[in-house]
């Protein structure tokens, strides 16, 4: 999952994210530029609950799924 920060999103803001993500069980990895920040989440399984709850939060611009999770036929 990639999260987009909105403009200017504070040190704390970014915090709160990262750790709900944390608190699911996924890894993060942060890219900060000059005016946004960037969140990669790294992690198994189905990543539903944790998107809709970053969709939800004020700070988070964008939220989406890299990966679609596909049956072994």
């Known amino acids: 999952m990639i999260i987009s920060m909105r403009r200017h999103s504070t040190r704390q803001?970014?915090?709160?994210?990262?750790?709900?993500?944390?608190?699911?069980?996924y890894k993060i990895?942060?890219?900060?530029?000059?005016?946004?920040?960037?969140?990669?989440?790294?992690?198994v399984g189905d990543v539903t609950p944790c998107l809709e709850s970053i969709e939800?939060?004020?700070?988070?611009?964008n939220a989406v799924r890299i990966s679609a999770p596909y049956k072994f036929v």
């Open 13 to 25: 803001e970014i915090d709160q994210v990262c750790e709900r993500v944390r608190d699911f069980g």
């Open 29 to 43: 990895h942060s890219i900060e530029g000059e005016e946004r920040v960037v969140i990669g989440v790294v992690g």
């Open 56 to 61: 939800a939060m004020p700070q988070v611009e």
